[in-house]
């Protein structure tokens, strides 16, 4: 029952709709935000703690330190805040109180009659940075390490809405799935609560505030602290907003959990539990009934229930919350399970809450059937099936289009990530969108959700930590209700690398806490916190149900290459943590941390397999480049070649998460000067790097595929040695140079790649024949291609929906008169449409372009470069796109909006 917004939110109820609605506010919020050097309004959180130093670029291994006192006598708003975490704190005790006073009732951009017509007009989910300029150079306001985007910062948005006399005995929320960051909210003029996590969802119970009859004024002030992030946060409303409407009596926030128990591929037990709050002054005497239908892949609900779950009648008092539970017996379930051996089926449960016989609300939980199981000598069981983790790390954002969440974009992320063999991500380091989870579990991925990359010692100085102590218990609680149905979440990961690592017992401690706090919220999945310094014997290790190694596994630092380095220096410390903790599974949540510029090639070429990056060796201070032969890493981190083989030789670890799947905004290291990272496998823009190839030979051993490196263009080098590397699902290759064989060579045990590193450059073609068990398995050819004579478009999708929302990726290829993409090829190029529709963001993947992304100019990137397309909402026709540069054929494409 999700309705799109309107100027003014007027939902007249029809029958369907008497129980419970769901309205999207997406369309004409207003925003306004203070500029740099403008002095903003005082409607403060709190206090912050005065900025000593902030290292942009600072190693991400570098030892997290305390947090400082702060002494302050100004007025702040938390208190106001602090009671919307209370339905999220256990003990009464610590609940919080409001004060009296309504702080900010005479601050004019929370009036109703305020005329913000001079306001932006903007779309939620809203992004107020990614639109740039980005910042340029050394000592900006904003470094590489949160992407030069201007998201620090205090911004507001306004919008109002209509509820009629039908709305008068309703409960009405406002659900906010995300708001970076020290999100506070008025309406109508009342400072209503809050919530200060950026990457939390959460909602406010607008019902003592509301009027009837005439326009709401709801009013969000948001504050985004400058160096609060290690990466790119985004800023503003960058989630969906809704109004929901309920009847007073209801199922509660996040208030159904679903588990399943004996499950066979004859029966599994469903077992339920409902929160049912009861906002109204009396006592009400209310049942349930939840009807359970399967889904299928289109979200289709079955006909008719699978099972019914009905609950006794129970009395809640006016103004309690009470909780009923029951279970049944499916017949022949559909379980859920990954791709590609098993299927994503899923169910969804309509819960009704029946008074006197009528439905009185309908609330909605998707979930899934299955068996999860975990083995220290394995690792993750679906259903009986071994489920190895070919995992990826990924950030929130969505590259060009920043943190604003879009499913599309989101899912072509998982489109490519699943190409190249992946099963799991590993979400770092914050809760993701909702709309997420629902694509990992529709497309059968797993997940480790994650919630925190600190608790209470700082990583930079405006972090998270200034607010663990009264929010990481609300936090955790929160995160894991909201996720705790999603079938694809198969661990909660509670911390990534904290600094309480460090501080011994304490830091035990205080993680022993949050492990309490999630082991009340959910027995049924593990967890984890991840680990790059704590050893075996250090009380930290001991704590969490798994064992979650952050590149020591594979050993920090300790190969020759990386032996004049400062910082962690460890040795692989698998079978140290195997033989310490038998009985736990061991998984790898963060390896390689391997850079590369897609399509960049530097010379001399490592003749190892894993280097650190340097200025000369592998990576090139003029141009921020580094390359793409895939040996280079960040100095605490190893390639691909070598974390693959390590893990290979410890066939008890469960697998492991890549450093990272896509680029992201932030980060870049070895290059600050940059704006986003070079870490991805798939760059930026969502071209695939070499490594995308090495990872795919490697996870999709019966997929017939071969791979050369580098690009054969080199005027320059011609007499000169230039190695060529294949990878390939085979196991053996013979490479040939303009027809002549240059050897045919095996892999070795544990090897990722074939090599032929004394090839002496000649223009022409490079072929490569890979066998399998001595038969032809796969070939691949690179040739020297003619000079750039025209531009190609190829979108993702030549249709799209017009709703103003979906998106087409389209990438453009410049290429030689034989349409081959020409490898080196920077041209300026210039894009303009017509019809129905927009250009959002163009891109090229190089990380350090710092042309703001909503450009219609952009240089290709060796050859590439991205343009996407929205369509209008509700005009749907023809749009049609053109590039063009100079002294190459311009390209025309047309995409249709439906
Ligand atoms: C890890 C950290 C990640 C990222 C990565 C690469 O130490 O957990 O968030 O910073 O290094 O630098």
Same mark, same amino acid.
């Given at each position: 029952?999700?309705?799109?917004g ?10 369907s709709?008497?129980t ?10 207003r925003?306004?935000?203070?500029a740099?050097?403008?002095v903003?309004?005082?409607l ?11 290292e ?11 947090a400082?006192?702060?002494?302050s006598?100004?007025f ?11 339905p999220f704190?256990?003990d009464p005790?610590?609940?919080h109180?409001?004060?009296?006073g ?18 932006q ?5 809203h ?6 300029p980005?910042y ?5 306001p904003v ?7 201007p ?13 009629t ?17 020290y999100?506070m909210v ?8 809050g919530?200060?996590?950026g990457?939390?969802?959460f909602?406010l119970?607008?019902t003592?505030?509301i009027?009837?009859?005439e ?6 002030r948001?504050?985004?602290?400058p ?5 790119y946060?985004?800023g ?5 907003v809704w109004l929901?409407?309920?009847n007073p009596?209801?199922v ?6 679903i588990s399943?128990?004996d499950?066979?591929e ?8 409902v929160?049912?709050?009861?906002d109204?002054a009396?006592?009400?005497?209310v ?6 239908y ?9 006909k ?5 779950i009905a609950?006794?009648?129970?009395l809640?008092?006016?103004?309690q919350s ?10 022949n ?20 809450i ?5 439905v ?6 998707r ?6 199981h ?5 690792g ?7 489920i190895?983790?070919q995992?990826?790390?990924?950030h929130?954002?969505?590259?060009? =289009?920043?943190a604003? %969440?879009n499913?599309r974009?989101a899912?072509? +992320?998982? &489109?490519?990530? $699943?190409?190249?063999?992946?099963? #799991? ?13 629902e694509l990992?579990?529709?497309?059968g ?12 010692r ?7 930590h ?7 218990e609300p936090?955790?609680?929160a ?6 149905n999603?079938p694809s979440?198969v ?17 035990a401690?205080?993680?022993q ?5 999630a082991?009340?919220?959910?027995t ?9 310094f704590?050893?075996?014997d250090m009380? =930290?290790?001991?704590? %969490?149900?798994t064992?979650?190694?952050?590149? +020591?596994g &594979?050993?920090? $630092?300790?190969?020759p290459?990386? #032996?004049?380095?400062?910082g ?6 698998y079978?140290?943590f ?6 736990k599974?061991?998984?790898?949540s963060e390896?390689?941390?391997a ?5 960049e ?9 894993s280097a650190p990056?340097a200025?000369?060796a ?5 141009s921020?480049?580094v390359s ?9 981190g190893?390639s691909?070649?070598k ?20 680029d ?7 290059y ?7 870490f991805g496998?798939?760059d930026?823009a969502g071209?695939?790097?070499d490594r995308f ?11 017939p ?10 005027p320059e080098?011609?007499g000169?040695?230039?190695p060529?590397?294949?990878?390939t699902?085979?196991?053996?290759a013979?490479?040939?140079l303009n027809?002549?064989s ?6 070795a ?5 074939l ?8 223009p022409g ?7 399998k068990?001595?038969k032809?398995w796969a070939?691949?050819k690179?040739v020297?291609t003619?000079?750039?004579?025209a ?5 993702d ?7 103003g929302?979906?998106l ?7 290429v030689?008169k034989?349409?081959l ?8 190029l ?17 990380s350090?372009?710092?042309v ?14 991205l ?9 749907p ?8 540069a100079?002294?190459?054929e311009?390209?025309?494409?047309s995409?249709?909006?439906?």
């Amino acid at each position: 029952m999700e309705q799109a917004g309107s100027e003014i939110h007027k939902v007249e109820d029809q029958p369907s709709q008497l129980t419970r609605q769901r309205i999207l506010l997406s369309d004409n919020w207003r925003f306004y935000k203070y500029a740099d050097n403008q002095v903003t309004d005082s409607l403060i959180y709190d206090v912050r703690p005065e900025i000593e130093s902030d290292e942009d670029g600072k190693a991400a291994d570098a030892k997290p330190t305390e947090a400082v006192d702060i002494v302050s006598e100004a007025f702040v708003l938390k208190p106001w805040i602090l009671p919307t975490a209370n339905p999220f704190i256990d003990d009464p005790a610590q609940q919080h109180q409001r004060p009296e006073g309504n702080p900010g009732a005479d601050f004019a951009f929370v009036q109703g009659d305020f005329d913000d017509s001079q306001w932006q007009q903007v779309q939620v989910p809203h992004d107020w940075a990614i639109s740039g300029p980005f910042y340029v150079g050394h000592n900006a306001p904003v470094g590489g390490g949160m992407g030069r985007l201007p998201s620090p910062g205090v911004g507001w948005y306004r919008q109002h809405f209509e509820l009629t006399a039908a709305d008068a005995e309703k409960s009405i929320f406002l659900d906010i799935d995300g708001a970076m960051s020290y999100a506070m909210v008025w309406l109508n003029g009342h400072l209503v609560g809050g919530w200060p996590y950026g990457y939390a969802s959460f909602r406010l119970d607008l019902t003592p505030y509301i009027k009837l009859g005439e326009a709401n004024q709801l009013a969000i002030r948001i504050d985004n602290p400058p160096a609060s992030s290690r990466w790119y946060p985004g800023g503003g409303l960058y989630r969906n907003v809704w109004l929901t409407k309920t009847n007073p009596v209801h199922v509660g926030q996040w208030g159904t959990a679903i588990s399943s128990s004996d499950i066979s591929e004859k029966s599994a037990k469903v077992s339920l539990s409902v929160t049912i709050d009861n906002d109204s002054a009396q006592t009400i005497e209310v049942s349930t009934q939840t009807n359970i239908y399967a889904l299928d892949m289109d979200d289709v609900v079955a006909k008719s229930a699978s099972a019914t779950i009905a609950t006794d009648a129970i009395l809640i008092d006016g103004g309690q919350s009470s909780r009923v539970d029951g279970s049944v017996v499916i017949n022949n379930p559909k379980l859920w399970g990954p791709l590609p051996n098993q299927q994503p089926n899923r169910y969804v449960a309509v819960t009704n809450i029946l008074q006197a016989g009528k439905v009185i609300d309908s609330y909605e939980t998707r979930f899934g059937i299955r068996e999860l199981h975990f083995d220290a000598n394995k690792g993750l069981i679906v259903n009986g099936e071994h489920i190895y983790f070919q995992g990826v790390n990924q950030h929130h954002d969505l590259g060009a =289009l920043g943190a604003a %969440f879009n499913v599309r974009a989101a899912q072509r +992320q998982l &489109e490519l990530l $699943r190409e190249m063999g992946v099963n #799991a991500i590993r979400l770092a380091h914050n809760p993701p969108a909702v709309e997420l989870l629902e694509l990992t579990d529709k497309m059968g991925f797993v997940v480790i959700d994650e919630i925190f990359d600190v608790w209470e010692r700082k990583k930079t100085p405006l972090d998270f930590h200034l607010i663990f102590p009264e929010w990481a218990e609300p936090d955790l609680r929160a995160f894991i209700r909201r996720d705790r149905n999603s079938p694809s979440v198969v661990m909660w990961s509670i911390g990534n690398e904290v600094g309480e690592q460090y501080t011994g017992a304490d830091g035990a401690k205080l993680a022993q806490r949050l492990q309490n706090i999630a082991k009340q919220e959910d027995t049924s999945r593990p967890t984890a916190a991840s680990m790059n310094f704590a050893k075996p014997d250090m009380p =930290l290790s001991a704590v %969490f149900d798994t064992v979650s190694l952050n590149y +020591q596994g &594979e050993g920090i $630092r300790n190969a020759p290459a990386y #032996a004049h380095l400062q910082g962690i220096r460890t040795a692989p410390l698998y079978p140290a943590f195997h033989q310490a903790f038998p009985n736990k599974v061991i998984m790898s949540s963060e390896n390689a941390a391997a850079v590369s510029s897609r399509g960049e090639y530097l010379f001399p070429v490592n003749d190892g397999v894993s280097a650190p990056v340097a200025d000369g060796a592998g990576g090139d201070p003029e141009s921020l480049q580094v390359s793409a032969y895939e040996l280079y890493t960040a100095p605490f981190g190893s390639s691909a070649d070598k974390v693959l083989a390590s893990l290979a030789q410890h066939p008890y670890v469960s697998g492991g998460f890549i450093w990272s799947g896509w680029d992201y905004l932030g980060e870049p290291t070895p290059y600050y000067l940059a704006r986003s990272s070079y870490f991805g496998v798939i760059d930026l823009a969502g071209f695939k790097k070499d490594r995308f190839y090495l990872y795919q030979s490697m996870w999709r051993p019966d997929f017939p595929m071969a791979h050369i490196l580098p690009h054969w263009n080199w005027p320059e080098r011609i007499g000169k040695i230039t190695p060529v590397h294949v990878f390939t699902s085979g196991d053996e290759a013979e490479l040939f140079l303009n027809g002549r064989s240059l050897g045919r060579k095996q892999k070795a045990e544990f090897a990722a790649r074939l090599r032929w590193d004394d090839v002496v450059y000649e223009p022409g073609e490079l072929k490569v024949q890979a066998y399998k068990l001595g038969k032809p398995w796969a070939e691949n050819k690179v040739v020297t291609t003619g000079a750039a004579t025209a531009l190609a478009f190829t979108p993702d999708r030549a249709e799209i929906n017009a709703d103003g929302v979906d998106l087409s990726f389209v990438t453009v290829k410049v290429v030689d008169k034989d349409g081959l993409m020409v490898p080196r090829a920077k041209h300026q190029l210039s894009f303009s449409l017509q019809g129905p529709g927009e250009i959002v963001a163009t891109d090229n993947g190089d990380s350090a372009n710092l042309v703001a992304f909503p450009s219609h100019q952009r240089a290709a990137f060796n050859g590439l470069a991205l343009v996407i397309i929205k369509a209008k909402k509700g005009e749907p026709g023809n749009i049609s796109l053109s590039v063009e540069a100079e002294g190459l054929e311009a390209a025309h494409v047309s995409i249709t909006s439906k």
